[in-house]
């Protein structure tokens, strides 16, 4: 069966450092990738999403991440992280055939901003 | 920006009742799902809901559970007799203006947290 693995569960950084998400996927075949964010008392964001091409992918608020084909991972990483980025972030993928398809998610990450 | 909303935020019940959990999609979204995050553990997909009737679902929504999209704009979820396994908090999402493609964002709601006692 497809999974994610979401390698970290709590990720504590300092304001204005760098950080990085580790997501792990189990196959590269007819896969999308996506990164959500959970703010307290919010619905799930996406942030960014990798479909095909460029591996490297853009999303909202700064955020980016890299599709790696050979290592299955999909890493989202942030150069300087504010206060404001504190929240859990979730990757998820999806498989197979058909329109539409489920998404299958990490365990998320709760990423803590501190100043 | 349009976005999916969901009622009520928190909803607690005895274990045996019925509950409803009600949700809003985007209003010109054609795909439906219902997702849920048991504490701790990862969201869950439980089923995807199109041209009025399920197209997927997982092994977790078994007979107790059914939807059903009762009018234009509102998709409901049902369990029927609620266990204590049964809590959780569920998400519904919706994709797809039209056409449909698996690469479409599922936008999410901001979940509705049923309690069992």
């Known amino acids: 069966a497809q999974s994610v693995t979401q390698l970290d569960s709590q990720v504590p950084v300092f304001e204005e450092a760098p950080v990085e998400l580790r997501c792990n996927y189990s196959?590269?075949?007819?896969?999308?990738l996506f990164w959500y964010v959970q703010y307290p008392n919010q619905g799930l964001q996406l942030l960014l999403k990798?479909?095909?091409?460029s591996t490297l992918v853009k999303g909202i608020n700064g955020f980016e991440a890299e599709f790696n084909k050979s290592q299955t991972s999909f890493h989202l990483r942030k150069p300087s992280v504010h206060i404001s980025d504190t929240a859990e972030y979730f990757c998820?993928?999806?498989w197979g055939g058909g329109s539409q398809g489920n998404l299958i998610f990490g365990k998320g990450t709760k990423l803590s901003v501190k100043p | 920006e349009p976005e999916v909303t969901q009622t009520p935020s928190h909803q607690v019940t005895q274990m045996g009742q019925e509950v409803i959990l009600r949700c809003v999609p985007i209003s010109n979204h054609l795909y439906f799902y219902w997702y849920r995050q048991i504490l701790g553990q990862k969201v869950e997909f439980l089923v995807s809901f199109y041209n009025n009737e399920i197209s997927e679902k997982s092994e977790i929504f078994d007979d107790q559970f059914s939807v059903e999209r009762p009018d234009g704009s509102n998709f409901t979820l049902k369990i029927r007799s609620t266990k204590l396994e049964d809590s959780a908090m569920y998400f519904c999402?919706?994709?797809?203006?039209?056409?449909?493609?698996?690469?479409?964002?599922?936008?999410f709601g901001p979940g509705t947290r049923l309690t069992v006692l």
């Open positions: 999402a919706s994709s797809g203006p039209s056409g449909g493609f698996r690469g479409d964002t599922q936008y």
């Open positions: 990798y479909l095909s091409g």
């Open positions: 998820a993928g999806k």
């Open positions: 196959s590269s075949v007819s896969v999308y």
